[in-house]
């Protein structure tokens, strides 16, 4: 199962908005409305900020949002704050393939 | 309050084997599907192994196919990943993870334990 493709980078300044696509193929992102995504800050646990295509968990605030056309995801975050700065990676289910899941590639998120 | 503590990580040489631990409380276990993640220094995240909720389904990534084996106790809210023939690429942070809604979506982190393969 191939890694969903991420950008390295993004980035934007406090205030502004920012937003992270994650490509896949019909077999996983585009096949289901399973795409999670996840804040990782170093040397920490990843964070669940968006499961379902684009729902929130408790306690995430509003200024995450994910979305997705075709074979394409996408995270939102608006109103970018100094805290968001970190990791994001997206996550896919793949169905009934061998091994049914696959994460992204990750993006850096800078917040200039 | 949700908890997952991994525990057996260490230094080991290559083509050694390691057992990890997950122990799992304020929830019930026995309902969940669970993972195993690394990370090795650096890089991404990368799915390593998942069991359904009964034990009666494992999954492998291909990366460790035939040398890693993933179990759990139910009675015991234990999860394992039984390492073998250990490589140098194996080395990582290795975190359990709680499936919540069987997709592979985690909505709880253990803090994760590391793994050096060297000699």
């Known amino acids: 199962q191939s890694a969903l493709t991420q950008p390295p980078s993004a980035s934007g300044s406090p205030g502004q908005s920012v937003t992270i696509s994650c490509t896949g193929t019909s077999s996983d992102v585009g096949g289901y409305n399973y795409v999670s995504w996840y804040q990782q800050h170093p040397g920490k646990a990843p964070k669940l900020m968006i499961y379902?295509?684009?729902k929130r968990p408790s306690g995430v605030p509003d200024r995450f949002s994910g979305s997705k056309s075709g074979n394409t995801a996408s995270l939102t975050v608006s109103g970018l704050q100094a805290e968001d700065e970190a990791d994001y990676y997206c996550s896919s289910y793949a169905g009934s393939n061998n091994f049914p899941y696959v994460f992204g590639t990750g993006t850096k998120v800078t917040v200039l | 309050e949700v908890q997952l503590v991994e525990s057996g990580g260490g230094l080991v040489q290559p083509g050694g084997s390691l057992r990890l631990s997950c122990a799992a409380s304020?929830?019930?276990?026995?309902?969940?599907?669970m993972h195993w993640v690394r990370q090795a220094p650096g890089k991404g995240l990368e799915y390593v192994s998942a069991i359904s909720s009964n034990g009666g389904s494992t999954y492998y990534a291909n990366s460790v196919k035939g040398r890693f084996t993933i179990s759990r106790d139910n009675s015991k809210n234990t999860l394992y990943l039984q390492m073998g023939s250990l490589r140098a690429e194996d080395m990582a942070v290795y975190y359990c993870?709680?499936?919540?809604?069987?997709?592979?979506?985690?909505?709880?982190w253990g803090q994760g334990t590391l793994v050096t393969v060297s000699s």
């Open positions: 993870a709680r499936d919540f809604d069987g997709s592979g979506s985690y909505d709880y």
């Open positions: 304020g929830f019930t276990f026995s309902s969940y599907a």
């Open positions: 379902e295509v684009s």
